[in-house]
């Protein structure tokens, strides 16, 4: 029992009712056998089947109108009664499994020709990894013979096409069965050829039209065809291959890029089966014979019915029997051979048939040369012959109406200069008759201008003479160029076809530097020129215009897209520019990537809504997504800012909050840049319009920071936020323009009359004109009067019912001082992203607020009481990130003596009850180093620090001495001289040793910044009776202090001082530690020795500092790592070995040279000894945590 699967090729019910009753079987069991060919023709279709057409042609036409698709017979099967709807990748996915090749690359061939490619057949077909051989095993007798069978026979090949199946074979068991598949595929072939012939005769019959212009004189211009795709792709591989043999490789490769939809290095790329003609130079050298003129051939093409032919030319699947007998197999071959034969006889009938047509075109024009005695009306005329009816109906430009047969070039739009030689004027006024009865509009100031009257002598020359004589005139019209040249355009329309056809040859022709002067003339045939291929290939060539295009460039072309978007419409941007910009999405060069993301923005205010918000948003998110270029994604992020300010579709909103997120988080910062000064502007005026701003971006935001603070365990990760917080930081100035556009006396503006000019210094500067708060209200005089009305509303009448403003007191500021008050405060890059934000946060809602809202907020919190510094019992406040951030970010906004002072007090009431408290200085210290990076207020925090200088108590003045340390380090030499110095030099004159003490770390920072040698002389004195006063002799934390301090400034510090004063005074610590009798305080001092030590080994010191006090100081230090720390003594044993050769070496070569510890640990011997002894430290604690670290 045969089973049947029926399928059901049509895409559309239409299809299907045309075709009702095509069933073909296609599968039977082996128990069937081979299905019997009925009597007469063993080949021959069942009767009520349509022959199927077969197609697998290099010229792809399209199958004829009476016939189905092989590809579609063969794999379509009806059952009678039900059928059943298939898809065709079904359909193709069957074929592969299969495995029938060729009947895939058929359905695949016309798949393409009708417009639905499918990916599955492209894939497989352009893979050339699917047609190599798998292996050299023979397949089993009872393989059923198909065409993948010489399939896996074949080598390395590229397409379907090249494969040679008569080479394989030389297997005498497969010899019929290969002979029946390759003269099956040389049949198919024939009647492709046979197909091609007929089409084009057609197209030959209805577009070889004969003209007034076109005489048969040699003379006579004619125009030139537009030259075909397959023979520029030809042309193009002959030129190159010219250009490769003569060395001209820069202009070869330059040429490649220019066609790089083309594989220059195989000529099966042109086409298939498409024969390779001479190089350039063979044609050159035979173009003085006899060649056949373009005008004596023609391309024809022609469909298949399998009415016409004698016999059925395909057998019903005599490839999937594999049980025929020998003698079957030979009537196979012989009927084949018949069919070709046969339709060789076909073919070269069709080529008579073409030459008689063409001579009947001849005898046409040269009808249509001598004037008409009367008019024929041509649609009357019925004729049996097809090829004069197809003549007829081709000359004929209305069937309804009467006239001359038109060129089909000119379409009767242009004034040929040719009618001047002609003396029969009737013909011209007749033919300018014509041409205005087809085109009215176009020629209407035709109608009302006399034809133009030329003398004509009182000759009775023939016109065949005449034109004879004439044609000894050297004009040149047989070339395309002499084709444009000898007629002149007459309308403006005209004028725009003329143009169309002219620029393609132009624009290679102009240098690259200067094809910019060519934008104007492409943009306006562009938008003027009525065909739309024509305007296609302009917009192309516009875009591919230059290969790299420079700024300047850039905009020019974007200029005149925009002019083009003004000109036609959203329609027709949609349908020809943005496929422009889709083509070169991603291009290889970055520029015209840019290209692309600039014209995105650029003609956002010109599409159509929905291809705004939707392909021009996918577009430039696949680009900020993928791009690696950062200009191309900065270009992107402005794109997009444009399109967030025509977006319309609140249903968009989630895409732009992620958009603006990924965008912040470019590696790039040009990229973070452009969208703080574009995107975020754009979407904060979007959100504002949407009403969400302030309920869901900002709070949105807000949310992201708080997640960070739970889920930082190991720290705050400070580039998210910083991420996040100069996104709030740019919605600042829209969030102000919210609440003065919602405030309560928004009705009471008025614009006219005295209104004052803004202050200068009123806003922070905007980092670009879309943060202008003047800009986003609208104007500055409308912001002028809002400001007045804003500041005498809080002054004077109070917040209520201004729901805006009370959202941001209530709401938005306490969570940001909660946020606060949890970040770590000695992350100097938290405290200072804060302070920035609050600063301009101030700035912006003005001084009134500042006062009114934000600082009594501070001030509650902040309470200078005992209770707020006690951190165990969780009210730690003035030893978090809210005093730096206070001080420095809302403190200091503003610059007046009042404010000046309120920064004083609280820096000094903080100091003194951190001070007092015994708590952690850490907030205290955040906030003089974020002030003292800014010179405008080291008077101020001198003042500051005097304030506890001049204390009663002893752990003010230690915490006023330890501050100085940080803020000497940027200070100008004259203010440390004049006040610094002074007031140091007082805190060691106290009773106190602790004070005396905290003050040695800010002389070591004046000897390491300071270059002034009467300042350098004070401090040196200062530390020397440090070291060599009696009463300092015992005082252990003072001699801690002192070499950790010569430790941290030596390297940076004058040599002289260095060689004179440290490192004679760390031999002598050394060697008086090694009579230290306590044991913890004798560690302490040799571990502090150890880190100076290694950090004063990389300067150089000269010979004689090296021998009297480098090198006895290290062996002292060695002493006493002997008996506490042996690790640390392998260490110092090589140092000081490598120490001695040096001196050794330097003496004999360079007795009063320098050197550097640094430079002996070069050499790699040395530094592989160095650092394995280092490895081998296996000690723990403290003392080795930070062996070599350098203490800040």
Request: hydrophobic share 35%.
């Given at each position: 029992?045969?089973?049947?699967?029926?399928?059901?090729?049509?895409?559309?019910?239409?299809?299907?009712?045309?075709?009702?009753?095509?069933?073909?079987?296609?599968?039977?069991?082996?128990?069937?056998?081979?299905?019997?060919?009925?009597?007469?023709?063993?080949?021959?279709?069942?009767?009520?089947?349509?022959?199927?057409?077969?197609?697998?042609?290099?010229?792809?036409?399209?199958?004829?109108?009476?016939?189905?698709?092989?590809?579609?017979?063969?794999?379509?099967?009806?059952?009678?009664?039900?059928?059943?709807?298939?898809?065709?990748?079904?359909?193709?996915?069957?074929?592969?499994?299969?495995?029938?090749?060729?009947?895939?690359?058929?359905?695949?061939?016309?798949?393409?020709?009708?417009?639905?490619?499918?990916?599955?057949?492209?894939?497989?077909?352009?893979?050339?990894?699917?047609?190599?051989?798998?292996?050299?095993?023979?397949?089993?007798?009872?393989?059923?013979?198909?065409?993948?069978?010489?399939?896996?026979?074949?080598?390395?090949?590229?397409?379907?096409?090249?494969?040679?199946?008569?080479?394989?074979?030389?297997?005498?068991?497969?010899?019929?069965?290969?002979?029946?598949?390759?003269?099956?595929?040389?049949?198919?072939?024939?009647?492709?050829?046979?197909?091609?012939?007929?089409?084009?005769?057609?197209?030959?019959?209805?577009?070889?039209?004969?003209?007034?212009?076109?005489?048969?004189?040699?003379?006579?211009?004619?125009?030139?065809?537009?030259?075909?795709?397959?023979?520029?792709?030809?042309?193009?591989?002959?030129?190159?291959?010219?250009?490769?043999?003569?060395?001209?490789?820069?202009?070869?490769?330059?040429?490649?890029?220019?066609?790089?939809?083309?594989?220059?290095?195989?000529?099966?790329?042109?086409?298939?089966?498409?024969?390779?003609?001479?190089?350039?130079?063979?044609?050159?050298?035979?173009?003085?014979?006899?060649?056949?003129?373009?005008?004596?051939?023609?391309?024809?093409?022609?469909?298949?019915?399998?009415?016409?032919?004698?016999?059925?030319?395909?057998?019903?699947?005599?490839?999937?029997?594999?049980?025929?007998?020998?003698?079957?197999?030979?009537?196979?071959?012989?009927?084949?051979?018949?069919?070709?034969?046969?339709?060789?006889?076909?073919?070269?009938?069709?080529?008579?048939?073409?030459?008689?047509?063409?001579?009947?075109?001849?005898?046409?024009?040269?009808?249509?040369?001598?004037?008409?005695?009367?008019?024929?009306?041509?649609?009357?005329?019925?004729?049996?012959?097809?090829?004069?009816?197809?003549?007829?109906?081709?000359?004929?430009?209305?069937?309804?109406?009467?006239?001359?047969?038109?060129?089909?070039?000119?379409?009767?739009?242009?004034?040929?200069?040719?009618?001047?030689?002609?003396?029969?004027?009737?013909?011209?006024?007749?033919?300018?008759?014509?041409?205005?009865?087809?085109?009215?509009?176009?020629?209407?100031?035709?109608?009302?201008?006399?034809?133009?009257?030329?003398?004509?002598?009182?000759?009775?020359?023939?016109?065949?003479?005449?034109?004879?004589?004439?044609?000894?005139?050297?004009?040149?019209?047989?070339?395309?160029?002499?084709?444009?040249?000898?007629?002149?355009?007459?309308?403006?329309?005209?004028?725009?076809?003329?143009?169309?056809?002219?620029?393609?040859?132009?624009?290679?022709?102009?240098?690259?530097?200067?094809?910019?002067?060519?934008?104007?003339?492409?943009?306006?045939?562009?938008?003027?020129?009525?065909?739309?291929?024509?305007?296609?290939?302009?917009?192309?060539?516009?875009?591919?215009?230059?290969?790299?295009?420079?700024?300047?460039?850039?905009?020019?072309?974007?200029?005149?897209?925009?002019?083009?978007?003004?000109?036609?419409?959203?329609?027709?941007?949609?349908?020809?520019?943005?496929?422009?910009?889709?083509?070169?999405?991603?291009?290889?060069?970055?520029?015209?990537?840019?290209?692309?993301?600039?014209?995105?923005?650029?003609?956002?205010?010109?599409?159509?809504?929905?291809?705004?918000?939707?392909?021009?948003?996918?577009?430039?998110?696949?680009?900020?997504?993928?791009?690696?270029?950062?200009?191309?994604?900065?270009?992107?992020?402005?794109?997009?800012?444009?399109?967030?300010?025509?977006?319309?579709?609140?249903?968009?909103?989630?895409?732009?909050?992620?958009?603006?997120?990924?965008?912040?988080?470019?590696?790039?910062?040009?990229?973070?840049?452009?969208?703080?000064?574009?995107?975020?502007?754009?979407?904060?005026?979007?959100?504002?319009?949407?009403?969400?701003?302030?309920?869901?971006?900002?709070?949105?935001?807000?949310?992201?920071?708080?997640?960070?603070?739970?889920?930082?365990?190991?720290?705050?990760?400070?580039?998210?936020?910083?991420?996040?917080?100069?996104?709030?930081?740019?919605?600042?100035?829209?969030?102000?323009?919210?609440?003065?556009?919602?405030?309560?006396?928004?009705?009471?503006?008025?614009?006219?009359?005295?209104?004052?000019?803004?202050?200068?210094?009123?806003?922070?500067?905007?980092?670009?004109?879309?943060?202008?708060?003047?800009?986003?209200?609208?104007?500055?005089?409308?912001?002028?009067?809002?400001?007045?009305?804003?500041?005498?509303?809080?002054?004077?009448?109070?917040?209520?019912?201004?729901?805006?403003?009370?959202?941001?007191?209530?709401?938005?500021?306490?969570?940001?001082?909660?946020?606060?008050?949890?970040?770590?405060?000695?992350?100097?890059?938290?405290?200072?992203?804060?302070?920035?934000?609050?600063?301009?946060?101030?700035?912006?809602?003005?001084?009134?607020?500042?006062?009114?809202?934000?600082?009594?907020?501070?001030?509650?919190?902040?309470?200078?009481?005992?209770?707020?510094?006690?951190?165990?019992?969780?009210?730690?406040?003035?030893?978090?990130?809210?005093?730096?951030?206070?001080?420095?970010?809302?403190?200091?906004?503003?610059?007046?003596?009042?404010?000046?002072?309120?920064?004083?007090?609280?820096?000094?009431?903080?100091?003194?009850?951190?001070?007092?408290?015994?708590?952690?200085?850490?907030?205290?210290?955040?906030?003089?180093?974020?002030?003292?990076?800014?010179?405008?207020?080291?008077?101020?925090?001198?003042?500051?620090?005097?304030?506890?200088?001049?204390?009663?108590?002893?752990?003010?003045?230690?915490?006023?001495?330890?501050?100085?340390?940080?803020?000497?380090?940027?200070?100008?030499?004259?203010?440390?001289?004049?006040?610094?110095?002074?007031?140091?030099?007082?805190?060691?004159?106290?009773?106190?040793?602790?004070?005396?003490?905290s003050t040695i770390p800010a002389f070591g920072t004046i000897m390491e910044t300071v270059t002034q040698k009467e300042l350098l002389e004070r401090v040196k004195m200062q530390l020397a009776s440090f070291l060599e006063d009696p009463q300092y002799q015992d005082q252990h934390s003072l001699?801690?202090?002192?070499?950790?301090?010569?430790?941290?400034?030596?390297?940076?510090?004058?040599?002289?001082?260095?060689?004179?004063?440290?490192?004679?005074?760390?031999?002598?610590?050394?060697?008086?530690?090694?009579?230290?009798?306590?044991?913890?305080?004798?560690?302490?001092?040799?571990?502090?020795?150890?880190?100076?030590?290694?950090?004063?080994?990389?300067?150089?010191?000269?010979?004689?500092?090296?021998?009297?006090?480098?090198?006895?100081?290290?062996?002292?230090?060695?002493?006493?790592?002997?008996?506490?720390?042996?690790?640390?003594?392998?260490?110092?044993?090589?140092?000081?070995?490598?120490?001695?050769?040096?001196?050794?070496?330097?003496?004999?070569?360079?007795?009063?040279?320098?050197?550097?510890?640094?430079?002996?640990?070069?050499?790699?011997?040395?530094?592989?000894?160095?650092?394995?002894?280092?490895?081998?430290?296996?000690?723990?604690?403290?003392?080795?945590?930070?062996?070599?670290?350098?203490?800040?």
């Amino acid at each position: 029992m045969a089973s049947v699967n029926p399928f059901n090729l049509s895409d559309s019910e239409e299809e299907a009712e045309r075709r009702p009753n095509e069933t073909v079987d296609t599968e039977r069991s082996p128990s069937d056998g081979a299905p019997g060919p009925p009597p007469g023709n063993p080949f021959s279709p069942p009767a009520d089947a349509e022959p199927p057409s077969l197609l697998l042609s290099s010229n792809r036409t399209s199958p004829s109108g009476e016939g189905i698709s092989a590809s579609a017979a063969a794999t379509s099967a009806m059952a009678g009664s039900a059928e059943t709807r298939v898809s065709v990748d079904v359909i193709a996915a069957q074929l592969l499994r299969d495995q029938y090749i060729l009947t895939a690359l058929e359905f695949h061939t016309e798949l393409l020709e009708a417009g639905r490619e499918l990916p599955r057949l492209r894939d497989y077909f352009s893979n050339p990894g699917n047609f190599e051989r798998q292996s050299g095993t023979p397949p089993a007798k009872d393989q059923v013979l198909g065409p993948g069978g010489p399939l896996n026979r074949a080598g390395s090949i590229s397409t379907l096409d090249s494969l040679d199946f008569a080479r394989y074979s030389d297997d005498g068991n497969r010899e019929t069965d290969e002979r029946v598949a390759v003269l099956e595929f040389e049949l198919r072939k024939a009647k492709e050829t046979i197909q091609a012939l007929r089409a084009n005769l057609t197209q030959a019959a209805e577009s070889e039209v004969p003209s007034q212009e076109r005489k048969n004189y040699k003379s006579s211009p004619e125009i030139q065809e537009p030259i075909r795709p397959l023979e520029k792709r030809a042309l193009n591989f002959l030129v190159n291959e010219y250009l490769l043999k003569n060395e001209y490789k820069l202009s070869s490769i330059t040429f490649s890029d220019e066609n790089d939809d083309q594989d220059f290095e195989l000529w099966d790329d042109v086409g298939l089966n498409i024969p390779k003609p001479p190089d350039l130079l063979q044609l050159y050298r035979s173009c003085g014979t006899a060649l056949p003129s373009p005008r004596d051939t023609a391309d024809v093409s022609v469909g298949v019915d399998f009415v016409d032919l004698p016999g059925n030319c395909i057998a019903q699947d005599p490839l999937k029997k594999p049980d025929l007998s020998q003698q079957q197999q030979t009537e196979v071959v012989q009927e084949l051979e018949y069919q070709i034969s046969l339709l060789n006889n076909e073919k070269q009938n069709l080529a008579e048939q073409i030459k008689k047509l063409q001579c009947e075109i001849q005898t046409l024009k040269r009808t249509v040369s001598s004037p008409p005695p009367t008019t024929l009306d041509l649609g009357s005329q019925n004729t049996p012959n097809t090829s004069s009816s197809s003549a007829t109906t081709a000359c004929s430009a209305d069937p309804l109406s009467v006239s001359y047969p038109q060129p089909p070039m000119d379409n009767g739009k242009y004034l040929d200069i040719r009618g001047v030689s002609d003396p029969d004027n009737n013909a011209d006024n007749l033919s300018t008759q014509n041409t205005s009865q087809f085109h009215p509009q176009t020629h209407s100031k035709l109608k009302n201008k006399p034809p133009v009257q030329f003398d004509q002598p009182n000759r009775k020359l023939s016109p065949a003479f005449q034109q004879a004589l004439l044609s000894f005139c050297r004009m040149c019209s047989d070339s395309r160029l002499g084709a444009e040249v000898s007629r002149i355009a007459d309308s403006e329309e005209s004028v725009m076809l003329m143009l169309g056809r002219c620029l393609p040859h132009i624009v290679p022709n102009v240098l690259l530097a200067k094809r910019e002067e060519l934008i104007p003339l492409i943009l306006c045939t562009a938008c003027l020129h009525p065909e739309p291929k024509e305007r296609d290939q302009l917009l192309h060539i516009l875009f591919n215009l230059i290969k790299r295009p420079d700024d300047e460039q850039r905009q020019m072309i974007l200029t005149g897209c925009v002019a083009f978007a003004r000109h036609v419409g959203p329609t027709r941007v949609e349908a020809e520019l943005l496929p422009q910009c889709w083509e070169q999405i991603n291009h290889k060069y970055p520029e015209r990537r840019l290209l692309v993301a600039e014209s995105c923005g650029a003609l956002a205010p010109y599409l159509p809504k929905e291809i705004r918000s939707s392909l021009v948003l996918s577009m430039l998110q696949q680009m900020l997504a993928e791009d690696k270029a950062d200009m191309v994604r900065e270009a992107v992020v402005k794109s997009l800012g444009i399109i967030m300010g025509y977006i319309d579709d609140p249903d968009k909103y989630s895409q732009g909050f992620e958009l603006m997120l990924l965008s912040l988080g470019d590696p790039s910062e040009r990229v973070v840049n452009a969208v703080h000064q574009v995107f975020i502007p754009a979407f904060a005026a979007w959100t504002t319009e949407l009403g969400t701003l302030h309920t869901a971006l900002i709070p949105s935001l807000l949310a992201r920071i708080e997640k960070l603070h739970t889920q930082g365990e190991h720290g705050l990760d400070e580039h998210k936020l910083h991420v996040f917080l100069s996104a709030l930081q740019s919605l600042i100035p829209p969030l102000f323009a919210v609440v003065l556009q919602n405030a309560p006396f928004t009705s009471r503006v008025k614009l006219h009359g005295d209104i004052p000019a803004i202050e200068v210094t009123r806003f922070p500067r905007p980092a670009s004109p879309l943060q202008d708060v003047a800009t986003i209200i609208g104007s500055r005089e409308m912001l002028s009067a809002l400001l007045q009305l804003y500041d005498h509303q809080l002054e004077h009448e109070g917040t209520t019912g201004w729901e805006s403003l009370l959202w941001v007191v209530n709401q938005l500021l306490p969570q940001l001082i909660e946020i606060v008050g949890r970040i770590n405060v000695t992350s100097s890059t938290c405290v200072h992203e804060f302070s920035r934000f609050f600063w301009r946060f101030c700035r912006t809602f003005g001084k009134i607020f500042t006062n009114t809202k934000v600082k009594p907020q501070f001030q509650e919190i902040l309470r200078l009481s005992e209770e707020n510094v006690d951190a165990s019992a969780g009210n730690g406040i003035l030893t978090k990130a809210t005093v730096p951030i206070y001080a420095t970010g809302v403190l200091t906004c503003y610059n007046q003596e009042e404010d000046r002072k309120l920064l004083v007090g609280f820096l000094e009431d903080v100091m003194t009850t951190l001070s007092l408290s015994h708590a952690p200085l850490d907030s205290l210290k955040a906030s003089f180093v974020e002030l003292g990076a800014n010179p405008v207020y080291h008077e101020l925090l001198l003042t500051v620090l005097w304030y506890g200088v001049v204390h009663t108590s002893a752990l003010v003045r230690c915490t006023a001495a330890r501050m100085f340390e940080l803020i000497l380090r940027g200070m100008s030499e004259a203010l440390v001289d004049r006040r610094a110095a002074p007031a140091l030099i007082t805190l060691c004159s106290g009773p106190e040793f602790s004070v005396r003490i905290s003050t040695i770390p800010a002389f070591g920072t004046i000897m390491e910044t300071v270059t002034q040698k009467e300042l350098l002389e004070r401090v040196k004195m200062q530390l020397a009776s440090f070291l060599e006063d009696p009463q300092y002799q015992d005082q252990h934390s003072l001699h801690m202090e002192i070499i950790r301090t010569f430790g941290r400034v030596g390297p940076n510090a004058e040599p002289r001082f260095r060689d004179e004063f440290v490192l004679p005074h760390l031999h002598k610590l050394a060697l008086a530690n090694n009579s230290q009798s306590v044991e913890n305080k004798r560690i302490d001092i040799a571990t502090q020795l150890f880190e100076a030590y290694s950090a004063l080994s990389c300067c150089f010191i000269s010979e004689e500092v090296m021998v009297n006090h480098f090198l006895p100081g290290l062996r002292c230090l060695r002493a006493d790592m002997e008996q506490l720390s042996p690790e640390h003594e392998v260490i110092l044993s090589s140092m000081i070995k490598e120490c001695e050769i040096k001196v050794e070496n330097r003496a004999m070569s360079d007795p009063q040279g320098s050197m550097s510890i640094a430079s002996s640990l070069v050499g790699e011997d040395a530094k592989t000894k160095f650092l394995s002894k280092m490895g081998q430290l296996t000690t723990s604690g403290a003392m080795l945590a930070n062996v070599f670290q350098r203490k800040k």
